[in-house]
């Protein structure tokens, strides 16, 4: 019986999630209302949390190789730019969004033009209770599209 590898995220996933997340060393409330602490990590944290730029960089290395390892289960072919622009997707907004999405159907189907498409629909988080368009996560998506396409 012969082992799929496990896919490995590049540099260009690093940079896109280090460049939208930004890095905060101290705690604090994302749009969506949830505490938030270095480059985008939200479990666990505390509103009196501070973190190293430098730990905060390993911990997004960890965590991005850990959403790497659901997206390699999810999906059995992609190239490098696509699991890139899917871990990226998955890290901001679960595995379990990706995974019910029309844009992963669409990509395992192979339409890869159509799954592209389909990121620019994901652009609106919950701000006060209310379904809001919000610019960082279009530029975010039109981002993870055109690396998706790549």
Request: proline share 2%; charged share 25%; glycine share 6%.
């Amino acid at each position: 019986m012969e082992l799929k590898p496990k896919k490995q995220i590049s540099n260009d996933c690093l940079t896109l999630v280090k460049t939208f997340e930004g890095f905060e060393a101290e705690a604090y409330k994302c749009p969506a209302g949830v505490w938030t602490i270095g480059y985008g990590h939200a479990l666990n944290v505390k509103p009196t949390d501070v973190i190293t730029e430098v730990a905060a960089l390993m911990l997004l290395k960890e965590e991005l190789q850990n959403y790497a390892d659901k997206v390699d289960k999810l999906v059995a072919v992609a190239s490098q730019s696509q699991f890139d622009a899917l871990v990226s997707f998955a890290y901001n907004l679960g595995v379990s969004t990706l995974a019910s999405s029309t844009l992963l159907k669409k990509h395992i189907a192979g339409d890869y033009v159509a799954a592209q498409a389909e990121f620019s629909r994901w652009n609106k988080a919950k701000v006060e209770g209310k379904l809001t368009v919000l610019n960082g996560l279009t530029k975010r998506r039109n981002h993870e599209a055109a690396l998706y396409g790549k």
